[in-house]
């Protein structure tokens, strides 16, 4: 057990929130936002320390309760939602076990000699097409024939796993962070332009989804000489 403590203490895998302590816990939020007559239900996931990720589910709670109330439906529903963030946040422990399960899942294992950089182009592509709160199919699609082209053993089933799992994939931005002192130059410039050429398949590059890939960029800790350079940034 304590051999196992050890190991989950060398692994580099700091909290993308505070840099500080290492990655200790996962958990989702669900929320949901009033638009009127409609609504709209999401989940956020968070990994990182207990008390980075506690800190997270009380904004998000907080956030809800200033913002959720805006339709009939939700407002029936915010106020348990509130309630459930409330109490997750005050309970959440540390688990070895779940973080361990979510970081092999997202190819970012503990052991980084096991890392698998396929896997984390499924992870990163499927928090790209989910970034902006909808599935598109359009955007799956790119994912897979532009996935086959950059990595040799793209597997359109593994993708569709995390697709499908998505309630718990956390935010693109902070999984970028998570790789910054992770994966080495190559690695980021290969995932990079793989997100970058999703991003455009579409013929433009959207403002937000510009604004998006620099901050990817940024928290991954690249050169963006480097980028421009390529003509990737532009
Ligand atoms: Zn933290």
Redesign the pocket.
């Known amino acids: 057990m304590s051999q196992e403590t050890q190991n989950q203490n060398d692994i580099g895998h700091s ?1 993308p ?5 290492n990655i200790e816990t996962i958990a989702t939020a669900p929320y949901v936002r009033g638009f009127l007559l409609a609504y709209q239900m999401g989940y956020k996931s968070f990994i ?2 207990v ?3 506690r800190k997270k589910l009380f904004g998000e709670a907080g956030l809800s309760a200033l913002v959720g109330w805006f339709s009939i439906t939700s407002l029936i529903i915010n106020p348990f939602l509130i309630i459930y963030n409330l109490f997750q946040g005050a309970f959440l422990k540390s688990n070895p076990a779940k973080v361990k399960a979510k970081l092999n899942e997202m190819g970012i294992p503990l052991n980084p000699a096991e890392v698998n950089l396929t896997q984390i182009g499924y992870t990163l592509a499927a928090a790209m097409v989910l970034a902006d709160g909808k599935v598109e199919a359009e955007e799956i699609k790119a994912a897979e024939v532009i996935g086959e082209k950059i990595f040799d053993d793209f597997d359109e089933a593994a993708f569709h796993v995390l697709l499908k799992g998505h309630r718990e994939l956390p935010d693109i931005t902070d999984i970028a962070r998570m790789l910054k002192d992770y994966l080495d130059d190559d690695g980021k410039k290969t995932l990079f332009k793989y997100l970058l050429a999703i991003a455009k398949s579409d013929g433009t590059i959207a403002p937000e989804e510009k604004a998006l890939l620099v901050l990817v960029a940024q928290n991954m800790g690249m050169d963006m000489n480097l980028l421009k350079a390529d003509g990737a940034a532009s």
């Open positions: 909290c929130y505070c840099g500080d302590k990182g320390c008390s980075c990720v």
